[in-house]
């Protein structure tokens, strides 16, 4: 069965500065992953994925991921934190013919 | 433009009323799902189609149940509301071609149940 893991229930950083929010997963197969933000009151916005391919992934609003298949992770990257980056983030795998599994979410918190 | 609503936005609704949590999407996607989210937390897949005719259970067990007459429509339906049903629930649709694609999430419905 696939699964996902987010370490961290939080992260915290200074605006400018560069952030990670971490994701292992566990899969049969090759992995297929995903990345999304949600705002509050809101539903989920897709950020970036990850099939084949390079292991460097980039996405919207300046976001990447970096795919490790020995550590089996799928960081969420970006080297200049924003404010407005600021909301909940959740890594995703896919499995059998079209579903997902979602992590728990990391909420990010960027200061200013 | 092209897109995915959900309808109403919020509910406060009193417990064993019946109500009807509306999904469309104009992108032309065949896959639909819905999902239930505590807020703040993680998202539990409740129901999914993979289109006209095809409905299917997901993880988290639910009383709810869907349908989907129409490509561009899939409504989930609580017979009877409990105040155990208050939460999130958001509704997704991907491409059926190519894999496992992307979702694309509406904006969700906040379900209050008193």
């Known amino acids: 069965a696939q699964s996902v893991a987010q370490p961290e229930d939080q992260v915290n950083v200074a605006e400018g500065n560069p952030l990670t929010v971490k994701c292992t997963y566990s899969v049969s197969g090759n992995p297929y992953l995903f990345w999304y933000v949600q705002y509050p009151n809101r539903g989920l916005q897709f950020l970036l994925k990850y099939i084949t391919g390079d292991n460097l992934v980039k996405g919207s609003y300046g976001f990447e991921a970096e795919f490790n298949k020995s550590q089996t992770s799928f960081h969420l990257k970006k080297p200049s934190a924003l404010v407005s980056d600021s909301a909940l983030y959740f890594c995703a795998v896919g499995r059998g013919y079209s579903t997902l599994t979602f992590g728990k979410g990391t909420m990010l918190l960027v200061s200013p | 433009e092209a897109d995915i609503y959900q309808t109403p936005r919020y509910l406060v609704i009193g417990t064993g009323k019946k109500i009807t949590l509306e999904c469309s999407q104009t992108?032309?996607?065949?896959?639909m799902y819905w999902y239930q989210q505590d807020p703040g937390m993680e998202l539990h897949l409740i129901h999914y189609s993979y289109g006209v005719n095809s409905t299917e259970k997901g993880d988290l067990s639910s009383e709810s149940t869907v349908s989907r007459i129409r490509t561009e429509h899939f409504p989930l339906t609580l017979e009877s509301a409990r105040p155990s049903h208050t939460s999130q629930y958001l509704c997704a649709s991907s491409e059926r071609t190519g894999g496992i694609n992307e979702q694309f999430f509406g904006p969700g419905t906040r379900l209050t149940v008193l």
């Open positions: 992108m032309g996607h065949d896959k």
